[in-house]
C-alpha cells in the first residue's frame, strides 16, 4: 500500500541534542499525526496536525503541518535519554467514512547519554 | 483518557490452533477500531477497519476467513487468527478512535499483542 517518505530512518544523537525529521508525501494530506513508539509497545500520539502551515509544539516536541500539504517535520528540542523509541509520521486524507492512515516508515532515534 | 487496552500481552500457540486477541477501549466509546500487524523493524500494516454492529473491511491481501473481526460493542473488538502457522508470527496492534471532541478523533493504540507460533 501507499506510504509516505520518511527522514532520516535512523538517527544516534548526543543527548542534550536538538533533532528534526520530515515526511513528504506525494499526495495532499489534510491530517498530519506523529507518534512514537517504543520495543514492544504500541504508538502514541505526540501531535495532531489539521491545518496548512499549522505549528503546534508540546513539551519540548514542535511539528509543523507544511503550506503545500504534502509534508511535515517534528523537531525535538535538547533531547533527553527517554526519547528513544522509534517516531512515525502518519497522514490522512479524510475521504471516506473509515479515515486510515499513511504511515511512514519510521525514524529511529538513538541518544547517548 | 483515550486508554486503550489489550489482551494477551503475548501468546504463544502451536500451529493449527486458533488465538482470539481483544481490544478494549476503556475511558472511551469507540466507533471505529483498526488492527495493524508489524514485522520488526517495518511500520504498520492495516489489516482491518470495524465500525461497531457492521462486519469488518479488510485491506488487500489480507484474508478475512483467516482473521476474523468481530466489533460488537463500542468498547470491545475481537481479532481470531484461525489456524495459525509460524508465518502469522507477528506483533499485533489494535486502534480505537471515538467520535466528539476531536482529540478523540484520532487513532489511540492498545499495547499490542505478541503472537508467536510453534
Known amino acids: 500500500g501507499q506510504q509516505l517518505n520518511q527522514s532520516p530512518q535512523s538517527m544516534f544523537i548526543q543527548e542534550g541534542e536538538d533533532v528534526s525529521m520530515n515526511c513528504t508525501s506525494s499526495s495532499i494530506f489534510n491530517t498530519w499525526l506523529w507518534y512514537k513508539q517504543e520495543p514492544g509497545e504500541g504508538p502514541v500520539l505526540l501531535i495532531a496536525l489539521y491545518k496548512a502551515g499549522e505549528l503546534t509544539s508540546n513539551g519540548r516536541l514542535t511539528a509543523q503541518f507544511g503550506i503545500t500539504r504534502k509534508d511535515s517535520f517534528l523537531n525535538i528540542s535538547a533531547s533527553i535519554p527517554s526519547d528513544v523509541g522509534i517516531y512515525f509520521c502518519a497522514g490522512r486524507t479524510n475521504a471516506g467514512n473509515n479515515r486510515k492512515l499513511i504511515w511512514g516508515l519510521g525514524t529511529s532515534l538513538a541518544v547517548n547519554p | 483518557g483515550a486508554v486503550v487496552s489489550q489482551h494477551p500481552s503475548r501468546v504463544i500457540c502451536k500451529s493449527g490452533t486458533s488465538v482470539k486477541i481483544e481490544c478494549r477501549s476503556l475511558?472511551?466509546?469507540?466507533?471505529?477500531m483498526f488492527w495493524y500487524r508489524q514485522f520488526p523493524k517495518q511500520s504498520l500494516m492495516l489489516m482491518a477497519t470495524?465500525?461497531?454492529?457492521?462486519?469488518?473491511?479488510?485491506e488487500q491481501g489480507v484474508e478475512k476467513d483467516k482473521f476474523l473481526i468481530n466489533h460488537a460493542s463500542l468498547t470491545l473488538s475481537t481479532l481470531t487468527v484461525t489456524s495459525a502457522h509460524p508465518e502469522d508470527s507477528s506483533f499485533y496492534i489494535c486502534?480505537?478512535?471515538?467520535?466528539?471532541?476531536?482529540?478523540?478523533?484520532?487513532?489511540?493504540f492498545g499495547p499490542g499483542t505478541r503472537l508467536t507460533v510453534t
Open positions: 486502534s480505537a478512535r471515538g467520535w466528539g471532541r476531536p482529540v478523540l478523533d484520532e487513532q489511540y
Open positions: 470495524s465500525n461497531e454492529g457492521s462486519k469488518a473491511t479488510y
Open positions: 475511558d472511551f466509546q469507540a466507533t471505529t
